[in-house]
């Protein structure tokens, strides 16, 4: 899905002054990023390390995992293609409504998908649903915000040894329930994380994210990626990040709580649906009206961004996303919707 994704105000016309339309925290401060990525300009004219070694020895050790557990890539779209691409020509479940990327991948390299829209149920009786070689999960999903509790998650992934659990974790900075930990990932072989440090650290701009898992299955991964693919800025920024990881710290019960006044706000105007989140985002339905021209109403006359949510699959064209982004900014957009439902 080349176009469709949240934070597109490169296509807004209007002055945005709030963008609830990304999952990506706002207010970090980036200063002493930006002056370090500065320091390193003149390493442009060189060519990076040309599979980033040094980064991942480094992230690695912030993860208290061996280097050969961990893969830093081109953030995490660049992760889900690079595992598409080792399971060529086999069968993927994927569960609806997810990230778009996830199919996309499969269906570019080859992988045959299913597209499952029964939640986890599907999996109550594996002898009547065989599962095939690979089955996606985002955790927490995106647009959705659930997360599947990780004992069940534990038994199913341990049951089906000959499956390969590829569990997207983008959004694991943004949620209270257990998740699985990268040294969980790694003493199994049908396990394999995705991060984004992207999400996490507020630089979608970079493009950094890593995959987690045994030392087989990254050696696989290693192997299908193009040498340079991460380049010099990145590569420091990483490094950068997990060295200084403690200034990049945000307070996750106030944005949780800020999402279920959100949502309850939303709610008793009778005319949206939310659904249950434990993110810091909400995934709303419009019950007239569609999420199209409430996003563009908020663009233009309030400054203010959503996540169209209606391209994915299984949603309808009233669905929307948003990320709270503290209670004035919220307080405005919970506003400006509420007139438009009513004027």
């Not at 599947?148 to 998650?153: G, H, Q, R, S």
């Not at 007239?288 to 563009?296: I, P, Q, R, V, Y």
């Not at 203010?304 to 948003?322: E, K, M, Q, V, Y």
């Amino acid at each position: 899905m080349l176009h469709g994704h949240g934070d597109d105000l490169y296509a807004c016309h209007g002055d945005i002054t709030a963008n609830f339309s990304s999952n990506v925290i706002s207010g970090f401060d980036h200063d002493g990023l930006r002056c370090h990525l500065a320091s390193c300009w003149h390493q442009l004219a060189h060519y990076p390390e040309p599979d980033a070694a040094t980064a991942e020895a480094e992230l690695a050790a912030w993860l208290r995992v061996r280097a050969d557990e961990v893969l830093l890539t081109r953030g995490a779209t660049d992760a889900i293609y690079l595992v598409a691409q080792m399971a060529r020509g086999r069968k993927a479940l994927i569960f609806e409504p997810t990230f778009a990327e996830y199919g996309d991948a499969c269906r570019l390299h080859g992988v045959q998908v299913k597209a499952c829209f029964e939640g986890m149920g599907h999996l109550e009786h594996p002898d009547s649903h065989p599962l095939p070689d690979l089955v996606w999960l985002c955790n927490p999903n995106n647009p959705t915000g659930a997360v599947i509790p990780k004992a069940a998650l534990t038994e199913l992934v341990d049951s089906h040894p000959a499956t390969l659990f590829v569990v997207d974790q983008s959004y694991g900075a943004f949620t209270l329930e257990p998740l699985f930990t990268p040294r969980e990932a790694a003493r199994r072989t049908n396990l394999l994380l995705i991060h984004s440090m992207t999400k996490q650290f507020a630089v979608p701009g970079l493009r950094l994210g890593y995959l987690t898992a045994c030392p087989s299955l990254v050696a696989r991964l290693r192997a299908e990626r193009q040498p340079w693919a991460v380049g010099t800025l990145a590569i420091e920024a990483a490094r950068y990040l997990v060295r200084h990881a403690d200034s990049y710290v945000f307070d996750l019960p106030y944005l949780l709580k800020e999402r279920a006044r959100v949502s309850e706000a939303l709610t008793r105007m009778g005319g949206i649906e939310t659904s249950p989140s434990q993110t810091h985002f909400l995934l709303c339905r419009l019950r007239m009206g569609n999420a199209a021209a409430l996003k563009e109403h908020l663009a233009t006359h309030h400054g203010l961004l959503i996540r169209d949510a209606s391209n994915f699959l299984g949603l309808t064209p009233g669905h929307f996303r948003i990320a709270v982004q503290g209670r004035e900014a919220d307080d405005r957009l919970i506003r400006a919707i509420g007139e438009w439902l009513w004027e």
